[in-house]
């Protein structure tokens, strides 16, 4: 038996794999700890994706290297920043997409094995970091502890509630357990230009629709009420296995029952190309939430960018949406900084995000990643400028009604319009 501290440092989708590796652990016999130096083993699943969670990455690495334990790192980290990686750190290493694709390769670092890493299911619920060896970490295991995680839970709720009103995008923030999640598939299909999972993740590896009937039934059978369905690209659910998006909505929605589904990080390019579909899946009023990453309302900067860039189209199927389902919460992302943004282009992103009236999202300070084509854009806008037009932001969108959300991490922002019920994500950029 072994003891296994597991940390994780990344997006959802990362954060269900190192679940799925906790589970696989347990079952196996080891021990997982909360506190790095009760370890023999160091699990870190890292994030590489954009330049400034790839260096929070490396700090961690170097932290966990002072401890007297084998370290593993896993992730997206060792397939997009190999030689880097290699410079400061000579141990075993799990791509994402080995976690996926090579299952075995997880069998091959523990031996004397009794189950395999194929045969544990996907994670439903996101792995929680319980570091000891920080304050923040210390309590957070404390209020994780039953009685005290429900009277916690019910307090924070609470207070959110009143200080924001009716939030809940704070609700789903910071007591993201409440969500039962469902990975529709592994693997992206875009090229965003500013992007680099493309050489973590693989090539798209759908769900059978069956599948994910079957964890839906599961997590309803649990007691769960909110679903959200997941994906490195969910728009391209299905065109390796030939089905698509609206077919799994059609099988999910279909299915008897009391619950809401949000549906994550759906590049826009398929809201236009599935339109139709949505809007009669949209009249079930099952589908509470949709987000939606239009990162610009430039259509050079979204060129740029490698991004769907026709947004008069966007335009229309948003507006489509929101009218086949008043209810519907429409979510977003938009990037600040962009290299060549003018200040005419930020004004763009912001009148549009108005325009569409999205519910919630959430506006990022560019980081570029060396390696990516993005990184050969010019003029590059200095971290300053940016820092400006993030403040401006801030202030544009509050004076339209929106409540600004701080967080602990600066640089980026949530944005949300006041008595709306939200989406219900938590970043690590």
């Given at each position: 038996m072994k003891?296994?501290?597991i940390y994780a440092s990344a997006c959802e989708r990362r954060e269900l794999d190192a679940m799925r590796l906790?589970?696989?652990?347990?079952?196996?016999?080891?021990l997982v700890v909360s506190h790095p130096k009760e370890a023999d083993i160091i699990l870190f699943v890292a994030c590489a994706v954009l330049d400034r969670p790839t260096k929070i990455s490396f700090a961690k690495i170097a932290t966990f290297q002072k401890y007297d334990a084998e370290l593993i790192v896993a992730g997206c980290l060792p397939a997009i920043e190999p030689k880097k990686l290699a410079d400061v750190f000579d141990g075993e290493t799990i791509t994402s997409e080995d976690l996926n694709a090579h299952p075995e390769k997880v069998d091959?670092?523990?031996?004397d094995i009794v189950f395999s890493f194929a045969g544990i299911p996907d994670a439903n619920t996101l792995f929680q970091n319980t570091d000891n060896s920080t304050w923040s970490g210390i309590i957070q295991t404390i209020i994780n502890r039953p009685p005290?995680?429900?009277l916690s839970y019910n307090i924070r709720f609470y207070i959110l509630k009143h200080l924001f009103g009716e939030h809940v995008i704070l609700y789903r923030l910071l007591l993201?357990?409440?969500?039962?999640?469902?990975?529709?598939?592994?693997g992206c299909h875009g090229n965003c230009s500013y992007c680099a999972i493309n050489k973590a993740i693989g090539k798209v590896q759908s769900k059978p629709i069956e599948q994910c009937v079957i964890e839906f039934k599961k997590g309803l059978a649990e007691g769960y009420y909110h679903f959200i369905l997941t994906a490195d690209n969910i728009g391209v659910y299905g065109l390796d296995i030939g089905t698509t998006l609206p077919a799994l909505l059609d099988a999910l929605t279909s299915v008897e029952g009391q619950y809401d589904i949000t549906i994550l990080n759906v590049h826009p390019?398929?809201?236009v190309k599935y339109c139709d579909d949505l809007e009669r899946i949209l009249s079930r009023n099952r589908?509470?939430?949709?987000?939606?990453?239009?990162?610009?309302?430039?259509?050079?900067?979204?060129?740029?960018?490698?991004?769907?860039s026709d947004i008069q189209k966007i335009r229309e199927a948003c507006m489509r949406l929101k009218k086949a389902s008043p209810q519907l919460v429409l979510g977003t992302d938009c990037i600040i900084g962009f290299p060549s943004e003018t200040f005419e282009n930020l004004t763009k992103t912001l009148d549009f995000i108005k325009e569409i009236g999205f519910h919630v999202g959430t506006a990022i300070k560019y980081s570029c990643k060396r390696g990516t084509p993005a990184e050969t854009v010019r003029p590059i806008i200095s971290p300053r400028e940016i820092a400006r037009r993030f403040?401006?932001?801030?202030?544009?969108?509050?004076k339209e009604g929106y409540s600004i959300i701080h967080t602990p991490n600066l640089h980026y922002f949530v944005f949300s319009q006041k008595n709306n019920a939200s989406i219900y994500k938590s970043r690590n950029l």
């Amino acid at each position: 038996m072994k003891k296994v501290f597991i940390y994780a440092s990344a997006c959802e989708r990362r954060e269900l794999d190192a679940m799925r590796l906790k589970t696989y652990l347990l079952a196996n016999g080891h021990l997982v700890v909360s506190h790095p130096k009760e370890a023999d083993i160091i699990l870190f699943v890292a994030c590489a994706v954009l330049d400034r969670p790839t260096k929070i990455s490396f700090a961690k690495i170097a932290t966990f290297q002072k401890y007297d334990a084998e370290l593993i790192v896993a992730g997206c980290l060792p397939a997009i920043e190999p030689k880097k990686l290699a410079d400061v750190f000579d141990g075993e290493t799990i791509t994402s997409e080995d976690l996926n694709a090579h299952p075995e390769k997880v069998d091959q670092l523990f031996p004397d094995i009794v189950f395999s890493f194929a045969g544990i299911p996907d994670a439903n619920t996101l792995f929680q970091n319980t570091d000891n060896s920080t304050w923040s970490g210390i309590i957070q295991t404390i209020i994780n502890r039953p009685p005290v995680h429900s009277l916690s839970y019910n307090i924070r709720f609470y207070i959110l509630k009143h200080l924001f009103g009716e939030h809940v995008i704070l609700y789903r923030l910071l007591l993201k357990e409440s969500s039962f999640q469902i990975r529709t598939s592994w693997g992206c299909h875009g090229n965003c230009s500013y992007c680099a999972i493309n050489k973590a993740i693989g090539k798209v590896q759908s769900k059978p629709i069956e599948q994910c009937v079957i964890e839906f039934k599961k997590g309803l059978a649990e007691g769960y009420y909110h679903f959200i369905l997941t994906a490195d690209n969910i728009g391209v659910y299905g065109l390796d296995i030939g089905t698509t998006l609206p077919a799994l909505l059609d099988a999910l929605t279909s299915v008897e029952g009391q619950y809401d589904i949000t549906i994550l990080n759906v590049h826009p390019r398929w809201i236009v190309k599935y339109c139709d579909d949505l809007e009669r899946i949209l009249s079930r009023n099952r589908i509470a939430g949709l987000d939606i990453p239009f990162q610009s309302g430039s259509i050079r900067i979204l060129k740029s960018m490698n991004r769907y860039s026709d947004i008069q189209k966007i335009r229309e199927a948003c507006m489509r949406l929101k009218k086949a389902s008043p209810q519907l919460v429409l979510g977003t992302d938009c990037i600040i900084g962009f290299p060549s943004e003018t200040f005419e282009n930020l004004t763009k992103t912001l009148d549009f995000i108005k325009e569409i009236g999205f519910h919630v999202g959430t506006a990022i300070k560019y980081s570029c990643k060396r390696g990516t084509p993005a990184e050969t854009v010019r003029p590059i806008i200095s971290p300053r400028e940016i820092a400006r037009r993030f403040n401006y932001a801030k202030k544009n969108l509050k004076k339209e009604g929106y409540s600004i959300i701080h967080t602990p991490n600066l640089h980026y922002f949530v944005f949300s319009q006041k008595n709306n019920a939200s989406i219900y994500k938590s970043r690590n950029l």
